[in-house]
Structures are given as C-alpha cells and as structure tokens.
C-alpha cells in the first residue's frame, strides 16, 4: 500500500523557510574579556547611536544555565541589513563615555537590566493584582480572562446547572466532541457557565486545561457527557457501609447488589469487579434516590480506562491557579501524591475527592483544587490512570432533571455582610485575596520568557530574546524551557521565535523530555512537522527509553504518529524499545480502544524482525494484539507475517492460548482461519491447549468454536 504522506501546511512551510534563512544569516561574535559568569546580548538601537546595534556584557550569574567563564566562547546574533555592527564586543569597543550614556545603570547581580525592570516596577498594581498596560501577569492571560469577569457569568448560570458543579464527567452516549477531551476515559470537570450565549449548555474543563460547552438534555434529547463522579459535590451515604473495602459511609455513587442481601459497593470497588461480576446492581446516584437505577451484570461490559489528573499524574499550572510561587519556577512540573477531600468546620459543605495533593522539585508540597466549587488550579502535562471503569453503568448528565438549587434565596446576595465575616467565610473556600500590591511580578528573564511561551506571547518572546538572547536556554528547576512549554501547548509561531533565538532542540528536562516529546504528548502534530523538519531528533529517549513516537503511540495520538512516522530529515525508528522492551506499536496495542488508523500505520511502518521482537515478558506484537483483544491489528499482522501464527512465548502460550483464556471470540475464529493454525499446541506448565483454557475460564463461545474447528481437522 502507498504511504499517504501527512500535508505540510503553507504556514509551516513558511516558518521553516523563514528559519533556514534567519539560521543562514546569523553572524558569530567572540565574546570579549567577560566577567565571571558574564556574556554578550544584542541590544536594539540605541538614541545615542542611532544606527547601530550593540553588543553589551552583562552579568548573569544566577542563570542556571551558564555557570562558567564564556571567555572565547561565540555567540550568535542576526544583524538587519540596515544597522552595522560596532567592530570588536564588549565595552571595548565602544568610548567609555558612550558606554555610561548606554548602560548608565550597573546591572544587578541576578542578570536583571535594573534600567528596563524599574519601569515595570513602578507600576501600580490594579485591585485584582494586575498591572498597567502591556505587563499584565500572564497567569490571568492563560485563563482567557479574570476572576471578575467569571463572577459576572455565573449570575447567568442556569437555574439548577449549579448542582452539577464541581462534578467529574467522561463523554456520554452522544458524544461528538471528538478529542478535545483528551480521548476516551478522559475526565473533566464541571465549572460555571463561561459565555452567557450559552448557558443552556454544561461547561467543562478537561483535566488537559481544554474548556468547552456540551448538550445536557435540553437540545433534542442529546446527552454529551456521563457522571464519572459526584463526591466532589459532597455526596455521602451516611448509613452506607462497602462491603468490599469497609468504607463508612459510602461516599458518591453507591451500587447495591440485587441478588444479595444488604451487599453494597462504593464507586471504586465496583468499577475493581468486587463481588460477582454476574450479579445485577442497583445504582443509587444520592442518599434518598432508593430504589435507584438498575443496570445490567459487568460481566462482559464495556469498560475503559479513566485518565486524567490522578496519583501519579504530572501536572502545571492550570488555568484557576492562584498560588503565585509555589511550585517554585514558572513552568515546573509537580507529582500528584494523593487526592483528598476538602473539609470546613460545616461538615455539611464538605467535597469529596476535591483536592490533589502535589509534590514539586523544590521538594515542597501542597494541596490543590481539582474539582472544589468547579475551580482547577492544575493541568496534567501526563495524564496518569485511575483504572477501569463501566462507561455505560454511569449516570448521564441530564440538567432536565435536576431541581433548582436556588429557587429559594434567589435573590440573596452577600453585599450588605459584615467584612469580617465576609473574610471568614471566603478563606474557608480559598477565596478571600487582599490586593497584591506586594506582591513582586515575575521579573527573571527565563522566567519571564517561559510565562510568554506557555501564554502563546510570541511578541513579547522577541523582545526578551532580543535583549537576553542567552535566555533561550534556560531551564527551570526540572530542566524545563520555553521551547518545551510552548510545543506542549502549540504556540507554534512561539516555537518558530524560539528556534530562531537559538534555542537548543535536543535540551533534556530531568526526565530526558525534548521539545519534541513535549508537542507528542500534547498532540500538537503541527508543531512536531515543524520541529522535525528544523532538526529535531525523533529517536532521542528519556530515562524510561521512551521516544515522541512511544508517546504519541500511548496518548493514541494518530496524527503525531503520522507526522512523527513521515519524517523524512531523519528516520524515526520504529522499532526502538523502551525500558520494557515494548515498542511503540506494542504500547498503542495495550491502549483501550481500538484505534485503527493508528495501528494500521505502526504496522506498516514496523519491519518484521519489529513484529517479532519480545518484550521483557516474552510477549511479541501478535501475542500483545490476542491478549488485549485487537482483532484489527491481529488481522494485519497476520496479513504480513502469516508465519507468526504458531509461535509461542516461553510459558508455550501461542495466540490462540491468550485469546481462548480470555475469552476473544472473533479473534479464536480469526486465529483459526489461518492455514496451519496449531489447535494441539499446549503450554509448558500445565500442559493445556486452547479448549483447556476455555474451559477453565467458562468462555463457552471458545469452547464451541473451537470444538467445531477440531471435529472439521478429523
């Protein structure tokens, strides 16, 4: 089959036209008797010499990147055709009289121009904490607008919309948002009404810190989203105990065993198929919902896998952040540690599983919203897994049912409150802010410069570049640069800038992510064409041997995987293994779903020794497909190696053994239909053929089918 070669677009194709020619014009200069820890930048025309760009050393001693003496190090500078440049660097080459009208103030220890940053610092702070004209903080900038101007929305919330707030939501049965939600199993949360030209609808933000508007009931009957969770909202059973872990009082959902007597399931024991999988539950969604919905047995139902901002899971700055500094650097990334809940003195207002508790690499750690009120502090960078769960047993969100929270005291405000008062019952919700006139904008450079990246600011990434063009390599605590963020986020004329301020392609964070990596996992395919085509390594592994293509492979990341497979600068290797020895299609295989495109390419792509190659536990891609289920890719890889068909692990398990054992029907009758199909194969141990599992595993389908192929062989 031809290769369908992914279309570069004319912008890209333009960026790295503009590129090439931008690299081709870079002048190298020496730096000249420097200071410890000094450098060179480039500065914009002067008014006392007009006409001429100059270089100037400054010291940036507390740049983390540049630790040394550059004495005879080059760096690179463009010079417009229409300025000239000083002959020689550094303050030699200019009189020193010239020099003081320059650079009259002695710059600071920290690297900070104290000429340009004593102008921002003359700013007053407006009363919600941002500054005059173009110095705005860019934490308001990433949420697309501020605090206030949400409080103004939320009068136009729906009446009765207010009782889903807070909960966690997964797609529902009409779902045709595509992937905005990060795929299947992704989960988001419920917040206020945000356009008042569509508050009829639900609002979510995605845990990725993707915001958009879903159908509820009231368009036709459609129903976008499903209940995932609604702890966060403070459901309790009070006189509710799990029989499968002893939790009391079950907390969200609770489910109700119909076949026995008095047996009941908080939400995470029964999506973990405690108790029999064949018996019926109840669903009882709040405390006085009896009898409840019933649905069918989970043996044999739909299940996926959840994903988003649980234990595990690396996360940033999201978009209700309002901490300031306490990750450290602008841009770290944290751990998720645990989820908790969030209490106040009324227990009656407590929310369940509201609050995420994160540890930094400064080695701080705190505790953050995810779900409180609707607010979400943080954003995974990589989502983590909270385990499987039964997407057609989940409520869906129908606001046409929901009683009015607010049709008494409707017209309560808090404005004639007592300040104090007021103060006490906002710090209870995180709320009360006094105005932020002490507190100090973000004023290092590399700060500054990943702040714009991860805000989309190309223009101000210029200007910082122009004048502290050494900032493109700087890393926060955890290794992380602007290029990374702003390929995360796909800010791709921020990437554009940035390569051409030289920012370095192949720079590791301290799990050994490139930019490249960064836009995989983002899914950002426009921005991996981009990089690709300016250098970028596609093989280049972090500390787990992962690739972009690993990772791409694992977020179900189809276009990447395209751009990411076409690469025609340099080969990506298909085949490469990571710490596990899985390969990307191995990884895509193990992925719920079955996303077909994407499985299709990584086939084609992966050579037959790639399709052969085992894992650490002995599993090659033909086994993996069998024992996840995969009939399509069972199909292809069979179509391109039909001699896989009878090979075995090292336990003798062949393909049929792991699809009989667990119950594959399609893909026994697939197996079967091929020529030399070996039913009499046994494993090592037990010495059991494919019936044998079966049976062990009362999948009478299997047993049938693999009946009717062995009489037809007599």
Known sequence: MDEQQPQISPEIQDLVAKTAQYKAELTSIQVDDPRIDGTVAVREPHSVLPNVVVSVQYNIANCPIIGRDLRGDTINYYNPPQYRALEGTGPKALGQDQLRELNDIEPESDGQDTHQISVK?????????????????????????????????????????????GMRVVRGPDWQ???????????????PVQDVESKSRIWVRWDSGVLAEYRSGREGGQFDLRIYDNAQRGVKHELVDCDGCSERGVVGIRWKCLQCDDYDLCHRCYNECRHDQRHP????????????????????????????????????????????????????????????????????????????????????????????EGQMDLQYFKKASNGEFFIEHLPTLDATTCSSLFEIGDKVRLRDIDLTQLKDIQEEHYGWVEK??????????????????????????????????????????????????????????????????????????????????FAAVGNKPDVVQYLLLVGSNPNTSEERGLTPLHAAAGQANDKCVQALLSSQVQKCDVNSQDINGDTPLLIAIGRPGDNKAMLGLLIEHTTDDGLRLLNHIGFNSLHYAAYHGKKYAVEKILKRLPSMINIAKRDGFTALHLAATNGYTEIVKTLLKQENCDISARTVLKRQTARDLAVEASHQECINILDAHGSLQK
């Open 436 to 517: 932020i006139k002490n507190a100090s904008p973000c004023v290092k450079n590399g700060n500054l410069l990943i702040q714009s990246a991860i805000v989309g600011d190309d223009s101000e990434v210029k200007e910082i570049l122009t004048n502290h063009p050494d900032v493109a390599n700087y890393q926060n605590q955890q290794g992380v640069t602007a290029l990374h963020l702003a390929a995360h986020h796909g800010h791709l004329d921020v990437v554009h800038a940035l390569v051409e301020g030289n920012a370095p392609l192949e720079q590791q964070d301290t799990y050994g992510d490139t930019a490249l990596m």
């Open 121 to 165: 610092q003359d700013l007053e702070p407006l009363e919600d904490g941002r500054e005059i004209g173009n110095t705005t903080v860019k934490e308001l900038a990433e949420t697309g607008r501020d605090v206030h101007d949400k409080e103004k929305l939320t009068d136009k919330q729906e009446k009765g919309d207010w009782w889903f707030i």
């Open 281 to 372: 539950f109840m669903r009882i969604d709040e405390p006085g919902d009896e009898p409840g919905v019933e649905v069918p047995c989970r043996l044999g139902a739909k299940r996926f896998t959840a994903f988003g901002i649980f234990a595990g899971a690396k996360v940033v700055r999201g978009p209700d952040w309002k901490w300031q500094a306490h990750e450290g650097a602008i841009g770290s990334v944290g751990t998720v540690t645990e989820i908790e809940k969030h209490e106040t003195a009324d227990s009656s207002r407590t929310s369940y599983r509201s609050l995420v508790k994160v540890q930094w690499a400064a080695g701080n750690s705190n505790y953050y919203r995810r779900g409180f």
């Open 177 to 191: 948002g595509g992937n905005e939600d990060g795929g299947c199993g992704c989960v988001g949360t419920v917040v």
